[in-house]
């Protein structure tokens, strides 16, 4: 049965957090509202998530992998409604479930509106006898209207080039035509990140067991959206997206079933500054 659409605006839940499942808040939002979803739902584990500060959810599912898409199956068809036509989906998950979900990305947005495979590479403890470490998770992004959406470049890092020389701040390389200078704020990103994992002794922790840095947020929100844009997330935790956003001056959309989370996150926006990150 089709959801009866909300005749409330976007305004009524601008810069608030619900505590409610995020299919209920977002049957309330009306079309085409949100410039940008970013969300990192369960991972589909089969454990209950917990840190060692006792903050935990269930990530267990009924029928397993199969139990697990079907949850996320009409989640990723309402974002995909919520979404205005210049807007984009990052959808958080790692190799358990991130490739059926594409298929489901595939289906909902039409595989023309892909636009990146996220690599986010992190170096954490622990190592494996058996396999690889595996050292990283994965982003899927998607455009409402690839052609239509807001992207902007971004740059940072080092130059990974012999003899490189400096003036001033500008890099350069001397070749056979004379200098030839690189861009100082770095070269362009691609579609490998790496940014660290926040330890455990991370001024930002908050103490949610999948709480994700606000490094890795910032880069999202500044690649597509402008200031003013709204930014939801419909899993938000420890409220780390919504941070992120009140930081880079755009307007935000939070909601968890957990009121644990709920109460963590609340707390953290309090203390959000108005700045945007270096």
């Avoid at 590479?121 to 990283?136: C, D, E, I, V």
């Avoid at 899927?140 to 971004?154: D, P, T």
């Amino acid at each position: 049965m089709p959801r009866k659409r909300p005749a409330a605006r976007t305004d009524d839940f601008t810069n608030t957090i619900q505590r409610c499942d995020a299919l209920d808040l977002a049957a309330r939002l009306p079309d085409a509202s949100c410039d940008l979803i970013y969300i990192d739902p369960p991972f589909g584990t089969d454990s209950r998530r917990a840190s060692q500060t006792g903050q935990s959810f269930n990530d267990s599912w009924q029928d397993g992998l199969k139990g697990y898409l079907r949850f996320l199956q009409p989640h990723l068809a309402e974002f995909h409604r919520l979404l205005a036509p210049h807007g984009t989906l990052w959808l958080h998950l790692d190799w358990r479930a991130v490739h059926y979900a594409k298929i489901q990305l595939d289906t909902i947005f039409e595989p023309q509106n892909f636009m990146n495979e996220i690599i986010w590479h992190y170096r954490t403890g622990g190592l494996s006898t058996r396999w690889f470490g595996r050292k990283h998770d994965t982003i899927l992004v998607y455009a409402k209207q690839l052609g239509r959406h807001r992207f902007h470049s971004l740059r940072g890092g080092e130059y990974r080039t012999d003899g490189l020389n400096f003036d001033g701040n500008r890099p350069y390389k001397m070749t056979r035509k004379g200098r030839l200078y690189f861009n100082p704020e770095g070269p362009a990103l691609t579609d490998v990140w790496d940014i660290p994992f926040l330890s455990t002794v991370s001024l930002e922790r908050t103490g949610w067991p999948t709480q994700k840095p606000l490094a890795l947020l910032d880069r999202i929100i500044r690649a597509t959206t402008n200031e003013g844009d709204c930014v939801a997330d419909f899993f938000c935790g420890s409220g780390t997206t919504l941070a992120a956003a009140k930081a880079l001056n755009r307007r935000w959309i939070g909601c968890d079933k957990s009121a644990a989370a709920v109460r963590i996150a609340k707390n953290r926006l309090k203390g959000a500054k108005h700045a945007t990150m270096d």
